[in-house]
């Protein structure tokens, strides 16, 4: 029954994931599903979770948030954009994911995280230039801070889940070791 909650556990933080691409708290929720699970196993259990390997998820994902935002506004920054363009573009690319997760791309299992992921980038992009249109700037220089912020958004993401492939892996090991 142990390796059953422990597999259970596994595929869980697999879904927390998956959702960090759809600009949830995906990290989080790992770190609060180990801590969940760390607190129902008894100790003595051969699949028992301590608290060290649940800090070093609490770095990881504070790390992972760090990531996320310095990526996305070092692009939009870098470009001259403003502060209310990085607003709107961290507004749009959630807007994206979600309309993404919808629209879908017709590929199986990877479609709709290819399309939430796209769709991000392109709300991104919209509510950057929607900023700085707005910010009265001329419509070229709106492209260049919005295509900014559509770069900034997908490495920002892509380094927020490598950071969570890691903490599922952290998790694997601490359940095998």
């Given at each position: 029954?142990?390796?059953f909650f ?17 600009g ?7 770190v ?26 609490l770095v ?10 310095l990526?996305?506004?070092m ?5 001259g ?17 979600v ?15 290819l399309?939430a992921?796209l769709?991000?980038?392109l709300g991104?992009?919209a ?30 993401t ?16 601490a359940l095998?070791?």
């Amino acid at each position: 029954m142990t390796i059953f909650f422990a597999l259970l556990l596994i595929v869980v933080l697999l879904v927390c994931l998956a959702l960090t691409m759809f600009g949830m708290p995906g990290n989080w929720l790992i770190v609060a599903a180990t801590a969940v699970y760390a607190c129902l196993t008894p100790a003595q259990s051969s699949a028992a979770i301590g608290w060290k390997p649940i800090a070093i998820l609490l770095v990881l994902a504070a790390l992972g948030e760090v990531i996320e935002l310095l990526a996305a506004t070092m692009g939009t920054a870098k470009a001259g954009g403003s502060r209310r363009g990085a607003v709107l573009a961290l507004a749009g690319s959630i807007v994206g994911a979600v309309l993404g997760i919808f629209v879908g791309i017709p590929i199986p299992l990877v479609g709709p995280i290819l399309a939430a992921l796209l769709f991000a980038g392109l709300g991104a992009l919209a509510g950057a230039m929607l900023g700085e249109l707005w910010a009265g700037k001329d419509l070229d220089a709106c492209w260049r801070i919005g295509k900014a912020a559509f770069r900034g958004r997908l490495a920002g993401t892509l380094g927020k889940m490598l950071l969570g492939a890691v903490m599922v892996a952290v998790v694997v090991i601490a359940l095998v070791w």
